[in-house]
Protein backbone atom coordinates (compact mmCIF):
# COMPACT_ATOMS: atom_id res chain seq x y z
CA UNK A 1 0.00 0.00 0.00
CA UNK A 2 1.37 3.06 -0.57
CA UNK A 3 1.60 6.10 1.56
CA UNK A 4 -1.56 8.51 -0.90
CA UNK A 5 -3.69 5.08 -0.01
CA UNK A 6 -2.59 4.63 3.70
CA UNK A 7 -3.68 8.36 4.13
CA UNK A 8 -6.89 7.92 2.33
CA UNK A 9 -7.65 5.04 4.84
CA UNK A 10 -6.73 6.94 7.79
CA UNK A 11 -8.74 9.74 6.33
CA UNK A 12 -12.00 7.84 6.20
CA UNK A 13 -11.06 6.33 9.35
CA UNK A 14 -10.89 9.95 11.30
CA UNK A 15 -13.82 10.54 9.46
CA UNK A 16 -15.89 7.70 10.55
CA UNK A 17 -14.65 8.01 14.52
CA UNK A 18 -15.40 11.66 14.33
CA UNK A 19 -12.09 12.65 15.25
CA UNK A 20 -11.75 16.08 13.93
CA UNK A 21 -8.27 17.37 15.22
CA UNK A 22 -6.72 14.30 13.13
CA UNK A 23 -8.99 14.45 10.59
CA UNK A 24 -7.68 18.26 10.47
CA UNK A 25 -3.96 16.92 10.06
CA UNK A 26 -4.55 13.98 7.60
CA UNK A 27 -6.43 16.46 5.21
CA UNK A 28 -3.46 18.50 5.35
CA UNK A 29 -1.00 16.11 4.19
CA UNK A 30 -3.37 14.90 1.52
CA UNK A 31 -3.61 18.01 0.22
CA UNK A 32 -0.10 18.67 0.50
CA UNK A 33 0.27 15.96 -2.00
CA UNK A 34 -2.73 16.83 -4.36
CA UNK A 35 -1.04 19.98 -5.00
CA UNK A 36 2.55 18.55 -5.44
CA UNK A 37 0.89 16.13 -8.06
CA UNK A 38 -0.66 18.78 -9.78
CA UNK A 39 2.59 21.36 -9.70
CA UNK A 40 4.86 17.89 -11.56
CA UNK A 41 1.41 17.09 -13.79
CA UNK A 42 -1.75 15.69 -14.43
CA UNK A 43 -0.69 12.06 -14.15
CA UNK A 44 2.30 12.76 -11.97
CA UNK A 45 3.12 10.23 -9.40
CA UNK A 46 5.48 11.69 -6.19
CA UNK A 47 8.37 9.45 -5.29
CA UNK A 48 9.48 8.14 -1.93
CA UNK A 49 11.85 11.22 -1.25
CA UNK A 50 9.09 13.92 -2.37
CA UNK A 51 6.54 12.63 0.02
CA UNK A 52 9.06 12.39 2.83
CA UNK A 53 10.28 16.00 2.11
CA UNK A 54 6.62 17.07 2.07
CA UNK A 55 5.77 15.25 5.55
CA UNK A 56 8.81 16.92 7.09
CA UNK A 57 8.01 20.15 5.68
CA UNK A 58 4.74 20.06 7.83
CA UNK A 59 5.76 18.67 10.59
CA UNK A 60 8.47 21.73 10.88
CA UNK A 61 5.74 24.18 10.01
CA UNK A 62 3.71 22.51 12.31
CA UNK A 63 6.40 22.86 15.26
CA UNK A 64 7.68 26.78 14.55
CA UNK A 65 4.10 27.44 15.25
CA UNK A 66 3.63 25.65 18.06
CA UNK A 67 6.59 26.85 19.23
CA UNK A 68 5.76 30.37 18.71
CA UNK A 69 2.42 29.74 20.15
CA UNK A 70 3.85 28.71 23.46
CA UNK A 71 5.98 31.90 23.28
CA UNK A 72 2.88 33.91 23.44
CA UNK A 73 0.98 31.85 26.14
CA UNK A 74 -1.73 30.75 23.83
CA UNK A 75 -1.95 27.10 24.97
CA UNK A 76 -4.60 25.87 23.11
CA UNK A 77 -3.45 26.67 19.50
CA UNK A 78 0.71 25.28 20.94
CA UNK A 79 -1.36 22.07 21.84
CA UNK A 80 -3.72 22.01 18.26
CA UNK A 81 0.13 22.34 16.16
CA UNK A 82 1.85 19.70 18.59
CA UNK A 83 -0.99 17.22 18.03
CA UNK A 84 -1.25 17.99 14.44
CA UNK A 85 2.71 17.29 14.29
CA UNK A 86 2.45 14.26 15.97
CA UNK A 87 -0.21 13.14 14.03
CA UNK A 88 1.74 13.95 10.84
CA UNK A 89 5.00 12.09 12.19
CA UNK A 90 3.26 8.68 12.20
CA UNK A 91 4.03 8.74 8.11
CA UNK A 92 7.46 8.99 8.82
CA UNK A 93 10.01 5.84 8.93
CA UNK A 94 11.40 5.42 12.12
CA UNK A 95 13.85 8.22 13.41
CA UNK A 96 17.34 7.10 13.60
CA UNK A 97 18.56 7.36 17.57
CA UNK A 98 21.48 9.55 17.88
CA UNK A 99 23.81 6.08 18.08
CA UNK A 100 23.03 5.66 14.15
CA UNK A 101 22.95 8.82 13.54
CA UNK A 102 26.30 9.50 14.42
CA UNK A 103 27.12 5.93 12.74
CA UNK A 104 25.70 6.82 9.81
CA UNK A 105 27.24 10.15 9.19
CA UNK A 106 30.73 9.00 9.93
CA UNK A 107 30.42 5.97 6.78
CA UNK A 108 28.67 9.58 4.75
CA UNK A 109 31.80 11.55 5.98
CA UNK A 110 34.44 8.18 4.97
CA UNK A 111 32.66 7.94 1.65
CA UNK A 112 32.91 11.54 0.32
CA UNK A 113 36.42 12.20 2.01
CA UNK A 114 35.68 14.72 4.20
CA UNK A 115 38.41 15.86 6.50
CA UNK A 116 37.48 19.11 8.08
CA UNK A 117 34.51 21.67 8.53
CA UNK A 118 35.01 23.32 4.37
CA UNK A 119 33.65 19.87 3.43
CA UNK A 120 31.01 20.14 5.33
CA UNK A 121 28.67 21.28 2.23
CA UNK A 122 29.39 17.92 -0.06
CA UNK A 123 28.58 15.84 3.72
CA UNK A 124 25.77 17.25 4.23
CA UNK A 125 23.96 17.05 0.45
CA UNK A 126 24.70 13.05 0.48
CA UNK A 127 23.48 13.10 4.29
CA UNK A 128 20.24 15.00 3.27
CA UNK A 129 19.51 12.43 0.57
CA UNK A 130 20.55 9.06 2.40
CA UNK A 131 18.63 10.13 5.71
CA UNK A 132 15.65 11.77 4.23
CA UNK A 133 13.04 10.89 7.05
CA UNK A 134 14.78 9.05 9.28
CA UNK A 135 16.17 12.12 11.02
CA UNK A 136 15.82 16.35 11.29
CA UNK A 137 17.78 18.16 8.81
CA UNK A 138 18.57 20.02 11.89
CA UNK A 139 19.91 17.17 13.58
CA UNK A 140 21.90 16.08 10.70
CA UNK A 141 23.88 19.77 10.21
CA UNK A 142 24.72 19.32 14.08
CA UNK A 143 26.02 16.08 13.91
CA UNK A 144 27.98 16.64 10.88
CA UNK A 145 29.60 19.59 12.44
CA UNK A 146 30.31 18.29 15.42
CA UNK A 147 32.20 15.58 13.72
CA UNK A 148 33.80 17.86 11.15
CA UNK A 149 35.14 20.40 14.06
Do not use: C, H, W
Not at 59 to 69: G, H, L, T, V
Not at 73 to 85: F, G, M, P, Q, V
Amino acid sequence: MSLFEKINEDLKKAMKAREKDKLEAIRAVKTAFLLAKADKGATAVLTEDEEMRIIQKLIKQRKESADIYRSQNRNDLYDKEAYEARVISAYLPRQLTDEELTEAIKKIIKSVGASGIKDMGNVMGKASKELAGKAENKMIAMKVKQLLS
